[in-house]
């Protein structure tokens, strides 16, 4: 029988919300310190990203949670890639097969949601504009500052640390002897815009797709939101030439948006106004380990993981730990402690290896998608995943519409892109395809990938209760 315990959960973000849920739905008692107020009351704070992509991973986690139908409601699927070169032509590019989407779901909604969600179930306490600014790890406690700007003590059984990137949980944790740490910022940085609807409502360019206009060194991309706005977000160098340094006046930023994306500037009526009043967000990729202090404390989510977001994983990383936790709390029997190290030892390399992976990413939105050869390899790709799908499925696909663990994914991918890197070195081998050659070239790659099954990978979360 499972004993319902006393909780804390640090941060009410969107991997914390939905964490404490899952907890009280199985009978915890938990109360969430977040240090913002209510976002479904207070007005928009600008800075952080205003839509994202949501996959499947993510989707499984809101399934458990019984909160995927409500999420639906305005969850808008990406299909593919849609690019715009500088003189206005469109490719699209589909991500997956027919059918498979990413979808742009906001922020505010989404985190609305998972709180509304949690406040309906019993033995829940949600403390807004609480700051955790103390953690005593062996009791587990933390001091918070109060709204009144008193301090308070508040002790749990067990406590979780999902207070984001800059997590005050893991900042004590620092504090212990061999706990690794590492932060490391790109030199880009990101600034948020708008496309606004039609005058005559609806989107003024396609809703199914993301946008993606690469420039090589730096992007625009642009996700659907359900008013049928685009929230546009340029990723761009700090320093340099060009960069956010260079542009300073609203002249600057008016040339360098009508010269490098000329059809989406003709969308975006307060491009200059936006592109001075909005932050330039920073982008890190953190690690640490240990993520547990025993069986009482535990980090998840960005607190634990934090990557850039250039493979639209972050949060849907922070979703899947909880499925994952959920699961191992289950087959130990909520032996904590042991749920909690085996946790950590399981996921520690593919949150490592997504993060790779998302930095990856980055090189190749902004750069290959809009090289020709990146089309022969996509081609190359769909051939091999049509030919062998239970062998050579595609890393975007891996990554996106699966549940293999990322570190899994990763390795599988490294060999796949060395099959391909050797098949594009042939002249014209798509029509030598069914040469001896080519063919014992692939049986050779090939025998390097076991068979993958969804099946292995998707049951035992499916089973999780
Ligand atoms: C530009 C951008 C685009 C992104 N796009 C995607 C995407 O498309 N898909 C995707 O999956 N991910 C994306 N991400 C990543 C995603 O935003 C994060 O992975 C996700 O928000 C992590 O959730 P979290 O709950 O762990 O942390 P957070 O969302 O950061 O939440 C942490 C919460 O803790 C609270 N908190 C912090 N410190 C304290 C304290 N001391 N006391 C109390 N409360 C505290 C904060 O106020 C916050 O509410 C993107 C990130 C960025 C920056």
Not at 195 to 212: K, N, R
Not at 416 to 439: G, K, N, T, Y
Request: charged letters at 25%.
């Amino acid at each position: 029988m499972m004993r319902s315990r006393d909780i804390l959960v640090v941060g009410g973000g969107l991997v914390g919300a939905l964490w404490a849920l899952l907890l009280a739905q199985r009978g915890h008692r938990v109360r969430v310190v977040e240090r913002r107020p209510d976002l479904r009351r207070a007005p928009v704070p600008g800075g952080r990203s205003i839509n994202l992509a949501l996959s499947d991973r993510g989707w499984r986690a809101l399934r458990l949670a019984g909160l995927e139908q409500r999420i639906r409601t305005f969850a808008l699927p990406m299909y593919g890639r849609m690019i715009h070169d500088r003189d206005g032509q469109r490719r699209f590019q589909p991500y997956g097969k027919p059918g498979q989407a990413i979808y742009s779901v906001h922020r505010r909604l989404l985190n609305a949601e998972l709180l509304t969600a949690l406040e309906e179930q019993p033995g829940v306490e949600l403390l807004f504009e609480h700051r955790c600014v103390d953690v005593e790890l062996d009791v587990p406690a933390i001091v918070v500052e109060t709204p009144e700007g008193e301090r308070r003590r508040l002790e749990a059984e067990v406590l979780f640390g999902v207070d984001g990137a800059y997590s005050a949980v893991r900042q004590r944790m620092q504090h212990l002897e061999r706990f690794n740490y590492s932060q490391e910022y790109l030199e880009y940085g990101y600034k948020e815009l708008t496309i606004p609807p039609a005058a005559t409502g609806g989107w003024q360019m396609e809703p199914d797709a993301l946008h993606i206009w690469p420039r090589h060194r730096y992007m625009l991309i642009a996700l659907p939101n359900p008013d049928g706005s685009f929230t546009c977000t340029l990723f761009f160098p700090f320093e340099g030439s060009p960069s956010f340094a260079e542009l300073r006046t609203e002249a600057d930023v008016e040339r360098f948006f009508a010269e490098e994306f000329p059809d989406a500037r003709a969308l975006m009526p307060r491009l200059t106004e936006e592109f001075f009043a909005n932050p330039t967000g920073t982008l890190v990729t953190i690690r640490c380990f240990p993520w547990s202090y025993g069986g009482k404390v535990l980090l998840l989510g960005d607190a634990a993981h934090a990557i850039v977001p250039f493979y639209g994983q972050g949060m849907n990383a922070g979703f899947e730990d909880c499925v994952l936790l959920l699961g191992l709390l289950q087959r130990f029997e909520q032996d904590w402690e042991h749920a909690f190290k085996e946790f950590e030892r399981q996921r520690k390399p593919s949150a490592d290896a997504i993060a790779e992976l998302a930095l990856y990413n980055f090189v190749e939105m902004r750069d290959r998608v809009a090289d020709p050869s990146f089309l022969h390899r996509k081609r190359l790709e769909q051939r091999l995943a049509e030919e062998y799908p239970e062998r050579f499925v595609p890393l975007y696909t891996m990554v996106t519409f699966s549940h293999m663990p990322y570190a899994e994914a990763l390795r599988r991918g490294m060999l796949q892109e060395r099959l391909l890197d050797e098949l594009m070195s042939i002249p014209d081998v798509e029509q030598h395809w069914e040469s001896p050659a080519v063919r014992q070239l692939i049986a050779r790659w090939l025998q390097e990938l076991p068979p993958y099954s969804e099946e292995e990978f998707s049951l035992p979360a499916e089973r999780v209760q």
